[in-house]
């Protein structure tokens, strides 16, 4: 099923830093991602969406840093592919999600989320991947230090990392 509920909050949350959104109150992903992630087709945009309920421009690699590095079924729009110029943070994005071993029914673990900062950890069959989105630069103890995580992507408000195994 194609995760709406997702895209919209996820939309929201980012747009509002309001990254509390992203977590219901059992601590799981906000959606049918967080109930039944191996059925849940994520996405930050479609060819209905774009035209009525568009992803901010200016947040459209968070939405790919979230979605291809957590569990459910993440599904790409082929604008942002060309715009991304086919080889950019879109595609080392999904290079991670293979290389880690993220599944649609990964495991998560949300380690920090309020206003300004979501930290969490997927736990992929090869390796695991830390996520970090938000304007906040204070992880806590969720900060990755350099001899357990490599830093493997980032851009404006986002990071993610591959543990060193």
Known sequence: AFDFTLKGVLQEAISRCEY?????????????????????????????????????????????????SHPGIPCLFWTHMIADGGGGKI?????????????????LDVIRCNDSIYVAKVHGTVSDVLVKLGPAFDMGYAAPDSHSWELWSCGKDWAVWKSKN
């Open 20 to 68: 509390r959104r992203l977590v219901d109150n059992r601590g799981r992903a906000s959606g049918v991602n967080g109930w039944w992630p191996a059925r849940a087709v994520t996405f930050v945009e479609n060819h209905d969406t774009i035209r009525h309920w568009p992803f901010p421009e200016h947040a459209v690699e968070q939405g790919y840093a979230y979605i291809l």
């Open 91 to 107: 595609a080392r994005l999904m290079d991670l999600r293979r290389k880690a071993g993220i599944r649609a029914d990964a495991k």
